[in-house]
């Protein structure tokens, strides 16, 4: 049974960090690229970051220089590191795994930013 399941959501004040995670089951983790998207209320979903198998990283320009991805394959785990955070970071947080046709969600960790 494919699982991502996301954590470190929360609230947290303007200029402050937070660590998303998310661990992977019942896929060969280290073949897919992983990747995060973002949906704030009334918007469409969008790409914040990628992460291919072989570690290539890419970035939405919103978040270049504030966030970085990376992975643990020995923990079947990808992280979102999110520093500088703004109150329009504010959104619900998604994992997800592509691999050819294979695409797979998790159901996201609600990240909010406000003083």
């Known amino acids: 049974q494919v699982q991502l399941v996301e954590s470190g959501g929360g609230l947290v004040q303007p200029g402050g960090s937070l660590r998303l995670s998310c661990a992977a089951s019942?896929?060969?983790?280290?073949?897919?690229?992983m990747s995060w998207h973002r949906q704030a209320p009334g918007k469409e979903r969008e790409l914040v970051s990628s992460i291919t198998r072989l570690r290539l990283t890419n970035y939405a320009d919103s978040v270049k220089g504030r966030f970085t991805i990376s992975r643990d394959n020995a923990k079947n785990t990808v992280y979102l590191q999110m520093n500088s955070l703004k109150p329009e970071d504010t959104a619900v947080y998604y994992c997800?795994?592509?691999?050819?046709?294979?695409?797979?969600w998790g159901q996201g960790t609600q990240v909010t930013v406000s003083s």
């Open positions: 019942g896929f060969s983790f280290s073949v897919y690229g």
């Open positions: 997800s795994a592509e691999f050819g046709s294979r695409h797979y």
